[in-house]
């Protein structure tokens, strides 16, 4: 176990857990700041304390002789502890293609397919928060760009995370690359099962049919990979976190 130390500063309602699921991984020592969002949705401006435009998940490498380096961004996080403390490589395919395809699911989940859903949020927050009299309106304008850019992009990105999965499991492995688990399958943890398949209904409504039916091999993957023991130990430990931080600002 590396004796350098993590300061996750953390946001609740983040993508930030899954950093949590790869610190755990990794067994690197850790600590959690933490940070509550606004009546906005917004992340308090204290984080902006940390890196300059505020955002979470951010991280602080303390390494041994207290020296601290600041890494913001989740695929540039990812790669940065990959790089320097999967010395094993537990969660990083030794094989050079492998090694490629990860590197691009760690571009891909944040460049590519989050703003999809992000947009799709977006809307659905502006509906709720139109003024009175004006939600039906604005019901109808966010609409229709969901359904013409967000929703055929969202569909259009499953459809390609479907096939790989299908050739994966062609080949008779249950994950995104190799045949174990990789920080490719924690970084899509996020926006495929937590974000998408674990919100099924909401799912259903915004591509206009049944996920689980279309993409029936992201289903399965959802399904292995909520079994993770790692990743349960990390959402039991997010669930206390959350809850004592509701309860700290009562």
Not at 83 to 105: A, C, I, Q, V, W
Not at 136 to 143: R, S
Not at 157 to 167: A, H, I, S, V
Request: charged share 25%; hydrophobic share 40%; glycine share 6%.
């Amino acid at each position: 176990m590396s004796k350098d130390s993590i300061i996750l500063h953390w946001l609740n309602a983040s993508r930030s857990q899954r950093v949590v699921w790869l610190l755990e991984e990794l067994k690197i020592q850790y600590e959690l700041k933490f940070y509550k969002r606004n009546a906005f949705h917004r992340a308090p401006k204290e984080l902006a304390a940390v890196h300059p435009l505020g955002k979470s998940p951010v991280i602080e490498v303390v390494k041994e002789g207290g020296e601290k380096t600041v890494i913001a961004e989740s695929g540039h996080i990812f790669s940065y502890l990959l790089r320097h403390y999967d010395h094993d490589n537990h969660l990083s395919p030794t094989d050079p293609d492998e090694k490629e395809e990860l590197d691009y699911f760690l571009h891909y989940a944040e460049g590519t397919l989050e703003p999809f859903l992000v947009g799709v949020h977006v809307n659905e927050i502006a509906k709720k928060k139109a003024p009175f009299g004006t939600k039906f309106l604005m019901g109808m304008l966010v609409n229709g760009i969901n359904q013409a850019y967000y929703t055929p992009g969202v569909a259009s990105n499953m459809d390609f995370l479907e096939q790989t999965m299908k050739k994966q499991h062609e080949k008779g492995n249950k994950y995104f690359v190799g045949n174990k688990l990789s920080a490719a399958d924690i970084i899509l943890s996020f926006p495929v099962n937590s974000n998408f398949f674990a919100n099924k209904e909401q799912a259903d409504s915004i591509v206009g049919t049944d996920i689980s039916k279309k993409w029936p091999h992201l289903k399965e993957w959802c399904e292995v990979i909520d079994k993770e023991p790692l990743q349960i130990q990390a959402n039991s430990k997010v669930e206390k976190w959350e809850s004592s931080l509701s309860q700290s600002v009562l």
